[in-house]
């Protein structure tokens, strides 16, 4: 029996020696130290020894049983160690490749627009003011001078919500309701951009929701000049220094007199082109005199204060300034057509 547990242990060092895998590890470990391995059957049949053997083979298949488990556990962790370098080895990372690019997207056109109109004014001494888009009926109509039974007030031509509550058709509100709060106290000068809605169908050149900027100067003796000095900046700083306005005459309810402004056409210089439609001017904004009895209504007095106020949509400007054909690719976030105008 000492023979048979010398040899088995011989045996099993030998199969751990020249084992070279966890799993082949793992079958030696089974097969010698396993319940029906041949170190328990020897143990199991130590009934039948005599006493004086018994403790001597029974201390020696627990040193072999001993020396086996420490022999596989060796191994087991030399194996393990060489495995580790193999992977470590073979999943090296260049650290000097190029990293992937993330994506860092940019502005929309139209905010870049808006934001570079905004600063043209602010240069100018104006603030910038937003205000609800959701208004009353008073604001969006009564207080520009466009009375109960004015066809602009139609059903048809805005989102009403109730009778008497819709979506602004213009950001003029903002403006009654900044003079409003001022109370005729002191001068106002501000622009005020911001989403618009209008009962349209939708093709390349409407929209049922657009933007507006709107500006509006109040003061002591604010003149007709005033306003074509600010506009003509804005058309320069805008479009480039060589560019001409021109001023025709046009209505509003809100305004008195009223104009419309054209600047010259880049290609022809006002020779006429296709551009231009043959005409040498491109039709640009509305403008004109505040109307005394907006003012009024505000809490000026139109005998001491007078104002002038203009309003432009970013989406046409954007779109002669670019080239863009279509108000609709302002909206549909094509970023292919969106990254055109992402600066570097
Ligand atoms: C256009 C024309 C315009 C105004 C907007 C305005 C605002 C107040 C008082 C008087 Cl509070 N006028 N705004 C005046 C003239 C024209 O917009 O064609 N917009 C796209």
Redesign the pocket.
Known sequence: MKDQLQVLEKEALQKIEDADSLKELQDVRVAYLGKKGPITEVLKGMGKLSKEERPVIGELANTVRGNVAEALNRKKADIEAVELEKQLAEETIDVTLPGRPVPTGGPHLLTSIVEEIEDLFIGMGFEVREGPEVETDYYNFEA?NLPKGHPARDMQDSFYITEDILLRTHT?PV??RTMNMIKGERPVKMICPGKVYRRDTDDATHSHQFT?I?G?YVDKHVQMSDLKGVLDRFAKQMFGEDREIRLRPSF?P??EP?VEMDISCKVCHGKGCSVCKKTGWIEI????M??PR?LEMAGYDPDIYSGF?????PERIAMLKYGVDDIRHFYTNDIRFLKQYHQA
């Open positions: 520009l003029s403006q009654a507006q709107e509006l509003f809100f305004t009223s904004l509305g403008a004109g505040v109307h907006v106020a203009f309003g432009m949509g």
